[in-house]
């Protein structure tokens, strides 16, 4: 059974940091794109990164680039999300996602909704003004 379990969410003030982890099982971890993706209140879901554990490349969504950073262990089955300079705006639930590498990695990203097969319950990132 797959299994995707996020930590790390929480309540921070605006310009902090937090690190969101993935936990990954029950497939192949070195052999699918696994991504982060958030959704606010009343909001779209949207991709914030993803990373191919085959090869370490990474694609940043609009909302990831420049203040995010995204890695993976593959020896520990997990993928991290590296956010700093945090604003109100990056508040939402943050999903943890995997999938095959069917499409380019960019493309499985931003259509998530195709190509990411399995996700996490998501974690809540609160970010105070």
């Known amino acids: 059974e797959v299994q995707l379990v996020e930590s790390g969410g929480g309540l921070v003030q605006a310009g902090g940091s937090l690190r969101l982890s993935c936990a990954a099982s029950g497939f192949t971890f070195g052999e699918f794109t696994v991504g982060w993706f958030r959704q606010a209140p009343g909001k779209e879901r949207e991709g914030v990164s993803c990373?191919?554990?085959?090869?370490?490349?990474?694609y940043y969504g609009d909302s990831g680039k420049g203040r995010f950073t995204i890695s993976a262990d593959n020896a520990k089955n997990m993928v991290y999300l590296e956010m700093h300079s945090l604003k109100p705006d990056d508040t939402a639930v943050y999903y943890c996602?995997?999938?095959?590498?069917?499409?380019?990695?960019?493309?499985?990203?931003?259509?998530?909704?195709?190509?990411?097969?399995?996700w996490g319950k998501g974690t809540l990132v609160t970010v105070s003004a």
């Open positions: 990373i191919s554990t085959q090869d370490g490349n990474s």
């Open positions: 996602a995997a999938g095959a590498p069917e499409v380019p990695l960019w493309r499985q990203c931003f259509f998530s909704q195709y190509y990411m097969h399995y």
